[in-house]
């Protein structure tokens, strides 16, 4: 069986070895061979290809949702189906995912070499959905930034609304407190007159009477009302 699948690997790892002997051509008419693709030269061939930024011509409901992300993306689907996530759940089979990483791939390889899909269209699959989930994280980044400023200068007026209100009701009490102590001042002061008044009407009467029935001091307070009594029963 060809093994040309050996040509399309992209890993920092040595090619894996031939399982067994390959029929050579005769020596007379050697078939050169060519040898594989270092990884920087298979990366960078990859590359360019996939180097666009995505455009998301859709609107993303849920962010949660990677599958909308790649779809308001844009991203292309092969139709033979091999996407970089297939690939993924191909290495989580439990047919394979105990093996070791080397016949993973070769695995792998395989697959995509029966399928007729060059190793190269995964990855550049693999390279637009990361771009495409940078370039949205860069957009949810850049609308959080956004909010919070907007809201921050929300706070900024409601602080100085409020200030301006706390410095009102502030001024209206103390506006409140002044006018009772001028009226306190105006009081005790009249309270003292009265009591000179008082004092000249007293030494006048005293005269003529035993008991003077002016009064001099501070008036008494009133005594609280007795409370009422209970109502009969059927009342």
Request: proline residues 10%; neutral net charge; aromatic residues 6%.
């Amino acid at each position: 069986m060809s093994k040309k699948w050996y040509n399309f690997i992209v890993s920092v790892d040595q090619p894996l070895e031939s399982q067994g002997e390959e029929t050579s051509p005769p020596e007379s008419t050697p078939a050169p061979r060519s040898a594989p693709p270092s990884p920087a030269q298979t990366v960078a061939q990859i590359a360019p290809a996939a180097a666009m930024e995505p455009k998301f011509t859709g609107p993303v409901s849920n962010p949660t949702s990677f599958d909308e992300i790649y779809s308001a993306a844009e991203i292309p689907v092969a139709a033979h189906g091999y996407t970089i996530l297939k690939i993924g759940e191909m290495l989580q089979s439990e047919h394979i995912r105990s093996l070791a990483p080397t016949v993973k791939r070769s695995s792998i390889l395989l697959a995509l070499d029966a399928a007729g899909v060059k190793i190269q269209e995964v990855i550049q699959d693999a390279v637009r959905r990361d771009k495409a989930l940078d370039t949205y994280e860069r957009v949810q980044e850049k609308g959080l930034l956004e909010l919070e400023n907007k809201k921050n200068q929300e706070n900024r007026q409601i602080q100085t609304e409020l200030d301006r209100m706390a410095a009102e009701y502030q001024a209206r009490i103390r506006k409140n407190t002044d006018e009772v102590a001028k009226e306190k001042e105006r009081f005790f002061g009249w309270r003292l007159k009265k009591q000179q008044e008082e004092q000249k009407i007293f030494d006048a009467v005293s005269y003529f009477v035993t008991e003077n029935p002016i009064t001099t001091g501070k008036p008494a307070a009133p005594s609280p009302a007795p409370p009422a009594p209970p109502k009969p029963q059927g009342a």
